[in-house]
C-alpha cells in the first residue's frame, strides 16, 4: 500500500489488538537513508483515523518535504500541518481543509520557493512573520466561506536546524528525544488555562465538562492571537503534531513509549493510532512524526 | 462598533442572520428603526424612535435577540430567560440602570425597547485613547459602578448578579456619568457541546466556568475593567486570567501603588481572596483616591535589593578617548586608547604594567591567548605583542584601518579592515592564511562556528564562508552592519543600522524573525536564559524574548546606547553615551544602579573576578565590584 493511500484512506474498524506485528528490525535498514557524505536526512510518517465514535473525519493534514542530496546539497526543509475541524453540519471538515491549504499555500508560495534562492535579502518577510499571515489568513477564509465553522491548526515548518511553530487551539506539537516527551505548545483551551493557574489539578482537567471549550480557533474572527515561535529541532529526536483525538487520549508517557520503541516513525503512526481506537476512538485521530538524525 | 464574539453552533449562519433590520422598518407599529448602535454575540441594538410621540423625537433604543437555539428545549429555554430578565429589569430603578419602557416577540426574535443613552461606551472610548485612562478619572468612574452594583447586589427579594461586566458594557453619558446597558440578556455562552468554542469575554471571574455566579464574580469583572482602563491592554488578546502576568505599574507607572493595590485584590483567583463585597471594594477606592497626587517612591514596590552605591574599585587615566572595549587575560587588562596605544593594567589595582604605542587610534577590542596579544589599529596594522612586557612579535599590514575586533581560534586570528577583507592570520607567525570578501568596511567581530565563519560589513551584507573562505551564503540588510553577531543554538544574532535586530537560520541564512527598534543598532547583542539583550540608538536597552521575538522590557537611558551589554549572574551591564555604566535586573530590567563617568561610554565591559572593566570618553579606564 503507498504512503499516500495510507494517510487518506478512512480506518473504518478497529483492528484486532494481536494482528499483523512486525518484529523489530535493526534501525539501520528501515528507511533511514543516509547519503554519500554520511549524511542522514528527515524521516516521516503519517496516520489518520475516524476514530471509533464519529461518521466523519474532520481533521486535516498536510505534508511537504523537500530533501537534498550532494556536497553542496541545501538542507531538508518540510511543512507539516494538523487541523482539528468543529461546527456542526459539514463546517467541520470544510473549516480544517480550508485552512490547511490556505496555509499551505501561503507558507509554500512565501516560504518554501524562496528557499531555493542562491541569495537571501532582507525585504522578504521573515519566516515567523509568514507562519502569523499564513494563519490569518486562514483565519479570514474560514471566516468568510465557513459560517459557524472553525479549526484548530497546528503548523511546523522545519528549515535547517530550526522549527517554527504557528498554531492557534488544542490540537499539539510534542517535542520527543532523551527519552522525554514534552508539549511545546500551549492548549488554548479554558480547561488548560485554569490547570495551570492550579484552579484545577490534570485529573479534573482530563475529565471536565468543558475541556474542549476553547477560547481561540481559526474562524473565530477578528483578532485572533497565534502563537509563533521558534525552537532548534530535536538531534536523535522526534517532533510529533497531532489533534485531540490522540494526545486526550492516548497518556502521554504511552506516546513516549510508542514512538521511543518504534523502528520507523510510520509504524510508529500507525501505533499511536491503534492505541487511540483500543481506548476507545472517540474524536478523529491525526499523527504526524518527523524524526531528526544525530547529524 | 463592538467587537463580536462568535458562538460556533450548528445553527450558525443559516436562520436569524444579524443585523438585518434596516432603517426605515418600523416595529409594533410604534417603533422606527434609525439605524444600528451595535452587534454583540446573539443580539443587535438599535436607534429607534418612538412614533407615539409625533411631535418630539423620543429617542429610544430598541436590543433585538435572535435565539439561535438548535435543540427545542434549548430554544424555549432561552426565551423563557430572556422574558425572566426582561420582568426584572422592569422592576429596577437606579440612575445609571436605563429604564425599559417595553418588550415584544415577533416571529423568532425578541425585542427590549430601552432608553436611549447618548454617549460612548468605555471600549469605545479605550480604543480611540492614545493612553491608559487617568487614575482619577478611573477611580470616578469605579466609585460609581460600585454604586449601581451594591443597589444590584442589594435587591430584594433575590440579589441581581451582573455577571456581564465589561466596557462595553458600560457607557459613559454626556454627563460624564456611568450607565450599565446590558444585562446579560445575550448569552453567548453554550456550555457542553463537543466543539463548542467561544471568544472568552477576558473579564469573567475563573468561577464563572464551573457555573458559579456570585456577587464576587462582579468584584473580579470590575478589577478586570478597571486593570483595563488603566492599562490600555485588554485582556480579550492575552490568555484568561492572566492579569497578574501584566502587572499594572509595570505598564503604567503613573498609576499609585494603592490603586494597584485595590485592582489587584479585586483579581484574586480564589473568590474568597478578594473583597468580600463590592461595599468593601468601594471603601478601598475612596481610600486610595484620598491618596492619589502624593508622589510615591519608585523604588517601594519592588523586590530587587537596590543598591545606591557601587563600588569603583579604581580607575587609570590615559590621554585620550577610550572607544573600545577591554580584555581580561590572567590578571592583565589589556585597553587600547585613542592616543595610539595599548595598555595593560593590573586587573586587581590598575596600575600601569605596559602600553605599547602604535600610529593610530585603536578602537578593537584586544584579543589574548597565552602570552601574546593581538590588537588592530588604524594605521591599518594588526600588531601582536607578548602579554607580560608589550614586547611586538610580528605586524601585518592590512589595506585600511582595522576597527574590528579579533577573534581566535584554531591558532588563527580572525579580523576584519576597512579594506573590505575578512583577513585569516596564522597566530603564531603572522601570515596571512587566507581572506573572504566583503562588500564594504569590516568592522564587526567575525564569529566562529561549526567550521564556517560568520561577519557583516558596512555596505549592510552579511556572509557566512567557510574555512577556506568559500562562501556559503550572503544575507542582506538595508544599512550598515557595525554590530557583531552571536550564534546560539544554530540561530545568528546581530543588529544594523537599519534599526533592526536579525535572527537567522545559521545553515542556510534564512531570516526567521526580526524585531524593529527605533534607531540604528550599532550594539551587539548577547544572550542569557532565553533572552537576547541589546542596545540601541534610541536609548533603550531591550531584552527580546528569542524564542517568540517579542519584547520583554526595555529600559530608557538618556541617550544613544551604542556599546554593547554583557551578562553576570542576573544583571545586564551596559554603558550609554549618556555617560553611565548601568547595572539591570536581567529578568525585570529594573536598574540595581549606575555609575556616572565624564563622558560617553561606547565600548563593551569585560567581566573577570567579580568585577567589571571599561573604558570612557573621559579617557579613563575604570573597574567596578559586579
Given at each position: 500500500?503507498?504512503?499516500?493511500?495510507?494517510i487518506f484512506?478512512?480506518?473504518?474498524?478497529?483492528?484486532?489488538?494481536?494482528?499483523?506485528?512486525?518484529?523489530?528490525?535493526?534501525?539501520g535498514?528501515?528507511?533511514?537513508?543516509?547519503?554519500?557524505?554520511?549524511?542522514?536526512?528527515?524521516?516521516i510518517?503519517?496516520?489518520?483515523?475516524?476514530g471509533?465514535?464519529?461518521t466523519?473525519?474532520?481533521?486535516?493534514?498536510?505534508?511537504?518535504?523537500?530533501?537534498?542530496y550532494?556536497?553542496?546539497?541545501?538542507?531538508?526543509?518540510?511543512?507539516?500541518?494538523?487541523?482539528?475541524?468543529?461546527?456542526?453540519?459539514?463546517?467541520?471538515?470544510?473549516a480544517?481543509?480550508?485552512?490547511?491549504?490556505?496555509?499551505?499555500?501561503?507558507?509554500t508560495?512565501?516560504?518554501?520557493l524562496n528557499?531555493?534562492?542562491?541569495?537571501?535579502r532582507?525585504?522578504r518577510p521573515?519566516?515567523?512573520e509568514?507562519?502569523?499571515n499564513?494563519?490569518?489568513?486562514?483565519?479570514?477564509r474560514?471566516?468568510?466561506?465557513?459560517?459557524?465553522?472553525?479549526?484548530?491548526?497546528?503548523?511546523?515548518v522545519?528549515?535547517?536546524?530550526?522549527?517554527t511553530?504557528g498554531?492557534v487551539?488544542?490540537s499539539?506539537?510534542?517535542?520527543?528525544?532523551?527519552?522525554?516527551?514534552?508539549?511545546?505548545t500551549?492548549?488554548?483551551?479554558?480547561v488548560?488555562?485554569?490547570?495551570?493557574?492550579?484552579?484545577?489539578t490534570?485529573?479534573?482537567?482530563?475529565?471536565?465538562?468543558?475541556?474542549?471549550?476553547?477560547?481561540?480557533?481559526?474562524?473565530?474572527?477578528?483578532?485572533?492571537?497565534?502563537?509563533?515561535f521558534?525552537?532548534?529541532?530535536?538531534?536523535?529526536g522526534?517532533?510529533?503534531?497531532?489533534s485531540?483525538?490522540?494526545?486526550g487520549?492516548?497518556?502521554?508517557?504511552?506516546?513516549?513509549r510508542?514512538?521511543a520503541?518504534?523502528?520507523?516513525?510510520?509504524?510508529?503512526?500507525?501505533?499511536?493510532?491503534?492505541?487511540?481506537?483500543?481506548?476507545?476512538?472517540?474524536?478523529?485521530i491525526?499523527?504526524?512524526?518527523?524524526?531528526?538524525?544525530?547529524? | 462598533?463592538?467587537?463580536?464574539?462568535?458562538?460556533l453552533?450548528?445553527?450558525?449562519?443559516?436562520?436569524?442572520?444579524?443585523?438585518?433590520?434596516?432603517?426605515?422598518?418600523t416595529?409594533?407599529?410604534?417603533y422606527?428603526v434609525?439605524?444600528?448602535l451595535?452587534h454583540?454575540g446573539m443580539?443587535?441594538?438599535?436607534?429607534?424612535?418612538?412614533?407615539?410621540?409625533?411631535?418630539?423625537t423620543k429617542?429610544?433604543?430598541?436590543k433585538?435577540?435572535?435565539?439561535?437555539?438548535?435543540?427545542?428545549?434549548?430554544?424555549?429555554?432561552?426565551?423563557?430567560?430572556?422574558e425572566?430578565e426582561?420582568?426584572?429589569?422592569?422592576t429596577?430603578?437606579?440612575?445609571?440602570?436605563?429604564?425599559?419602557?417595553?418588550?415584544?416577540?415577533h416571529?423568532?426574535?425578541?425585542y427590549?425597547?430601552?432608553?436611549?443613552i447618548?454617549g460612548?461606551?468605555?471600549?469605545?472610548?479605550?480604543?480611540?485613547?492614545?493612553?491608559?485612562?487617568?487614575?482619577d478619572?478611573?477611580?470616578?468612574?469605579?466609585?460609581?459602578?460600585?454604586?449601581?452594583?451594591?443597589?444590584?447586589?442589594?435587591?430584594?427579594?433575590?440579589?441581581?448578579?451582573?455577571r456581564?461586566?465589561?466596557?462595553?458594557?458600560?457607557?459613559?453619558?454626556?454627563?460624564?456619568h456611568?450607565?450599565?446597558?446590558?444585562?446579560g440578556?445575550?448569552?453567548?455562552?453554550?456550555?457542553?457541546?463537543?466543539g463548542?468554542?467561544?471568544?472568552?469575554?477576558?473579564?469573567?471571574?475563573?468561577e464563572q466556568?464551573?457555573g458559579?455566579?456570585s456577587?464576587?464574580?462582579?468584584?473580579?469583572?470590575?478589577?478586570?475593567?478597571?486593570?483595563?482602563?488603566?492599562?490600555?491592554?485588554?485582556?480579550?488578546?492575552?490568555?484568561?486570567?492572566?492579569?497578574?502576568?501584566?502587572?499594572?505599574?509595570?505598564?503604567?507607572?503613573?498609576v499609585?501603588?494603592?490603586?494597584?493595590?485595590?485592582?489587584?485584590?479585586?483579581?484574586?483567583?480564589?473568590p474568597?481572596?478578594?473583597?468580600?463585597?463590592i461595599?468593601?471594594?468601594?471603601?478601598?477606592?475612596?481610600?486610595a483616591?484620598?491618596k492619589?497626587?502624593?508622589l510615591i517612591s519608585?523604588?517601594?514596590?519592588?523586590?530587587?535589593s537596590?543598591?545606591?552605591?557601587?563600588?569603583?574599585?579604581?580607575?587609570?587615566?590615559?590621554?585620550?578617548?577610550?572607544?573600545?572595549?577591554?580584555t581580561?587575560?590572567?590578571g592583565?587588562?589589556?585597553?587600547g586608547c585613542?592616543?595610539?596605544?595599548?595598555?595593560?593594567?593590573?586587573?586587581?589595582?590598575?596600575?600601569?604594567?605596559?602600553?605599547?604605542?602604535?600610529?593610530?587610534?585603536?578602537?578593537?577590542?584586544?584579543?589574548?591567548?597565552?602570552?601574546?596579544?593581538?590588537?588592530?589599529?588604524?594605521?591599518?596594522?594588526?600588531?601582536?605583542?607578548t602579554?607580560?612586557?608589550g614586547?611586538?612579535?610580528?605586524?601585518?599590514?592590512?589595506?585600511?584601518?582595522?576597527?574590528?575586533?579579533?577573534?581566535?581560534?584554531d591558532g588563527?586570528?580572525?579580523?576584519?579592515?576597512?579594506?573590505?577583507?575578512?583577513?585569516?592570520l596564522?597566530?603564531?607567525?603572522?601570515?596571512?592564511?587566507?581572506?573572504?570578501?566583503?562588500?564594504?568596511?569590516?568592522?564587526?567581530?567575525?564569529?566562529?562556528?561549526?567550521?564556517?565563519?560568520?561577519?557583516?560589513?558596512?555596505?549592510?551584507?552579511?556572509?557566512?564562508?567557510?574555512?577556506?573562505?568559500?562562501?556559503?551564503?550572503?544575507?542582506?540588510?538595508?544599512?550598515?552592519?557595525?554590530?557583531?553577531?552571536?550564534?546560539?543554538?544554530g540561530?545568528?544574532?546581530?543588529?544594523?543600522?537599519?534599526?533592526?535586530?536579525?535572527a537567522?537560520?545559521?545553515?542556510g541564512?534564512?531570516?526567521l524573525?526580526?524585531?524593529?527598534?527605533?534607531?540604528?543598532?550599532?550594539s551587539?547583542?548577547?544572550y542569557?536564559?532565553?533572552?537576547?539583550?541589546?542596545?540601541?540608538?534610541?536609548?533603550n536597552i531591550?531584552?527580546?524574548?528569542a524564542?517568540?521575538?517579542?519584547?520583554?522590557?526595555?529600559?530608557?537611558?538618556?541617550?544613544?546606547?551604542?556599546?554593547?551589554?554583557?551578562?553576570?549572574?542576573?544583571?545586564?551591564?551596559?554603558?550609554?553615551?549618556?555617560?553611565?555604566?548601568y547595572?539591570?535586573?536581567?529578568?525585570?530590567?529594573?536598574?540595581?544602579?549606575?555609575?556616572?563617568?565624564?563622558?560617553?561610554?561606547?565600548g563593551?565591559?569585560?567581566?573577570?573576578?567579580n568585577?567589571?572593566f571599561?573604558?570612557?570618553?573621559?579617557?579613563?579606564?575604570?573597574?567596578?565590584?559586579?
Amino acid at each position: 500500500m503507498s504512503f499516500l493511500d495510507r494517510i487518506f484512506r478512512r480506518k473504518k474498524s478497529l483492528p484486532s489488538p494481536d494482528g499483523v506485528k512486525t518484529a523489530p528490525l535493526d534501525p539501520g535498514s528501515l528507511g533511514l537513508r543516509t547519503d554519500a557524505e554520511g549524511r542522514r536526512h528527515i524521516v516521516i510518517g503519517a496516520s489518520q483515523s475516524t476514530g471509533i465514535e464519529r461518521t466523519h473525519n474532520e481533521d486535516s493534514l498536510f505534508i511537504l518535504l523537500g530533501s537534498a542530496y550532494g556536497e553542496e546539497a541545501m538542507p531538508d526543509f518540510g511543512v507539516f500541518i494538523v487541523a482539528d475541524g468543529m461546527g456542526g453540519h459539514r463546517s467541520g471538515e470544510v473549516a480544517s481543509a480550508i485552512s490547511v491549504r490556505t496555509v499551505a499555500q501561503s507558507i509554500t508560495r512565501d516560504g518554501v520557493l524562496n528557499l531555493f534562492d542562491f541569495e537571501q535579502r532582507d525585504d522578504r518577510p521573515p519566516l515567523q512573520e509568514l507562519v502569523r499571515n499564513a494563519l490569518e489568513q486562514a483565519n479570514q477564509r474560514v471566516v468568510d466561506r465557513v459560517p459557524g465553522g472553525g479549526t484548530t491548526l497546528t503548523l511546523a515548518v522545519l528549515l535547517g536546524t530550526q522549527m517554527t511553530i504557528g498554531h492557534v487551539g488544542d490540537s499539539r506539537a510534542y517535542v520527543i528525544a532523551n527519552n522525554h516527551a514534552k508539549t511545546i505548545t500551549r492548549d488554548h483551551s479554558l480547561v488548560e488555562r485554569l490547570r495551570e493557574l492550579g484552579q484545577l489539578t490534570p485529573e479534573e482537567a482530563a475529565a471536565h465538562p468543558q475541556r474542549n471549550v476553547l477560547y481561540r480557533a481559526i474562524g473565530q474572527g477578528a483578532n485572533l492571537e497565534v502563537d509563533v515561535f521558534t525552537e532548534p529541532a530535536p538531534r536523535d529526536g522526534y517532533l510529533l503534531l497531532c489533534s485531540d483525538g490522540l494526545w486526550g487520549v492516548v497518556p502521554d508517557d504511552d506516546i513516549l513509549r510508542i514512538v521511543a520503541s518504534s523502528n520507523h516513525p510510520q509504524m510508529a503512526c500507525d501505533e499511536l493510532v491503534r492505541a487511540a481506537n483500543a481506548a476507545g476512538g472517540p474524536d478523529n485521530i491525526t499523527a504526524v512524526l518527523v524524526y531528526f538524525p544525530q547529524d | 462598533m463592538r467587537r463580536t464574539t462568535r458562538a460556533l453552533d450548528s445553527k450558525g449562519g443559516e436562520t436569524g442572520a444579524l443585523g438585518q433590520l434596516q432603517a426605515g422598518v418600523t416595529l409594533q407599529d410604534r417603533y422606527l428603526v434609525l439605524g444600528v448602535l451595535g452587534h454583540g454575540g446573539m443580539s443587535s441594538v438599535y436607534k429607534g424612535r418612538d412614533l407615539h410621540f409625533p411631535n418630539v423625537t423620543k429617542l429610544v433604543a430598541v436590543k433585538e435577540m435572535t435565539n439561535m437555539a438548535a435543540d427545542q428545549t434549548m430554544y424555549e429555554m432561552i426565551v423563557r430567560n430572556f422574558e425572566r430578565e426582561a420582568d426584572l429589569l422592569a422592576t429596577l430603578s437606579h440612575a445609571a440602570i436605563p429604564r425599559i419602557y417595553d418588550y415584544f416577540t415577533h416571529e423568532s426574535n425578541s425585542y427590549l425597547v430601552m432608553e436611549f443613552i447618548e454617549g460612548k461606551d468605555l471600549e469605545a472610548i479605550l480604543r480611540e485613547a492614545d493612553e491608559p485612562i487617568a487614575e482619577d478619572q478611573a477611580i470616578s468612574w469605579a466609585v460609581e459602578l460600585c454604586d449601581v452594583l451594591m443597589y444590584l447586589h442589594n435587591h430584594q427579594p433575590q440579589p441581581v448578579v451582573f455577571r456581564d461586566l465589561k466596557p462595553s458594557n458600560i457607557m459613559v453619558d454626556h454627563h460624564g456619568h456611568i450607565r450599565l446597558i446590558d444585562f446579560g440578556i445575550a448569552r453567548v455562552f453554550q456550555p457542553g457541546q463537543k466543539g463548542t468554542m467561544i471568544g472568552t469575554e477576558g473579564y469573567s471571574p475563573p468561577e464563572q466556568y464551573r457555573g458559579e455566579a456570585s456577587p464576587v464574580g462582579d468584584v473580579y469583572a470590575l478589577g478586570a475593567t478597571l486593570h483595563h482602563l488603566l492599562t490600555k491592554r485588554d485582556p480579550r488578546g492575552e490568555p484568561p486570567f492572566s492579569f497578574s502576568e501584566r502587572p499594572i505599574r509595570e505598564i503604567n507607572p503613573k498609576v499609585s501603588g494603592e490603586l494597584e493595590a485595590v485592582v489587584d485584590a479585586a483579581l484574586k483567583y480564589d473568590p474568597k481572596d478578594r473583597f468580600p463585597s463590592i461595599e468593601s471594594m468601594k471603601q478601598a477606592l475612596m481610600a486610595a483616591a484620598k491618596k492619589t497626587g502624593i508622589l510615591i517612591s519608585a523604588q517601594a514596590a519592588t523586590v530587587i535589593s537596590p543598591r545606591n552605591e557601587v563600588q569603583e574599585l579604581w580607575s587609570f587615566e590615559c590621554e585620550d578617548e577610550i572607544r573600545g572595549s577591554p580584555t581580561v587575560h590572567e590578571g592583565l587588562v589589556y585597553i587600547g586608547c585613542y592616543d595610539n596605544n595599548l595598555y595593560a593594567l593590573n586587573a586587581k589595582t590598575g596600575e600601569f604594567v605596559w602600553k605599547y604605542p602604535t600610529e593610530g587610534g585603536i578602537v578593537s577590542r584586544p584579543a589574548a591567548e597565552e602570552d601574546m596579544v593581538f590588537v588592530g589599529s588604524e594605521d591599518e596594522r594588526l600588531h601582536a605583542v607578548t602579554a607580560s612586557r608589550g614586547k611586538l612579535i610580528w605586524t601585518y599590514f592590512a589595506d585600511g584601518p582595522v576597527r574590528s575586533s579579533l577573534t581566535l581560534s584554531d591558532g588563527h586570528v580572525f579580523f576584519g579592515a576597512d579594506d573590505g577583507h575578512l583577513h585569516v592570520l596564522n597566530m603564531l607567525s603572522g601570515r596571512r592564511a587566507w581572506r573572504a570578501e566583503a562588500n564594504g568596511p569590516v568592522r564587526t567581530t567575525p564569529l566562529i562556528g561549526h567550521e564556517r565563519v560568520y561577519y557583516g560589513c558596512e555596505s549592510g551584507d552579511f556572509y557566512c564562508v567557510d574555512f577556506r573562505g568559500e562562501l556559503k551564503w550572503r544575507f542582506r540588510a538595508k544599512r550598515a552592519i557595525t554590530s557583531s553577531p552571536i550564534m546560539v543554538e544554530g540561530i545568528i544574532y546581530f543588529g544594523s543600522m537599519d534599526w533592526t535586530l536579525y535572527a537567522l537560520e545559521g545553515e542556510g541564512g534564512w531570516q526567521l524573525w526580526r524585531f524593529r527598534m527605533g534607531r540604528p543598532v550599532i550594539s551587539t547583542p548577547t544572550y542569557a536564559e532565553g533572552k537576547i539583550f541589546i542596545g540601541c540608538a534610541d536609548g533603550n536597552i531591550y531584552a527580546i524574548d528569542a524564542r517568540a521575538s517579542r519584547e520583554s522590557w526595555r529600559f530608557q537611558t538618556d541617550h544613544q546606547v551604542t556599546g554593547s551589554p554583557i551578562i553576570h549572574n542576573d544583571s545586564v551591564y551596559c554603558g550609554s553615551v549618556d555617560g553611565n555604566m548601568y547595572c539591570l535586573d536581567m529578568r525585570s530590567g529594573r536598574k540595581r544602579w549606575n555609575f556616572t563617568t565624564g563622558g560617553p561610554i561606547t565600548g563593551t565591559p569585560a567581566l573577570a573576578d567579580n568585577r567589571i572593566f571599561f573604558g570612557s570618553t573621559d579617557h579613563r579606564v575604570y573597574a567596578l565590584l559586579a
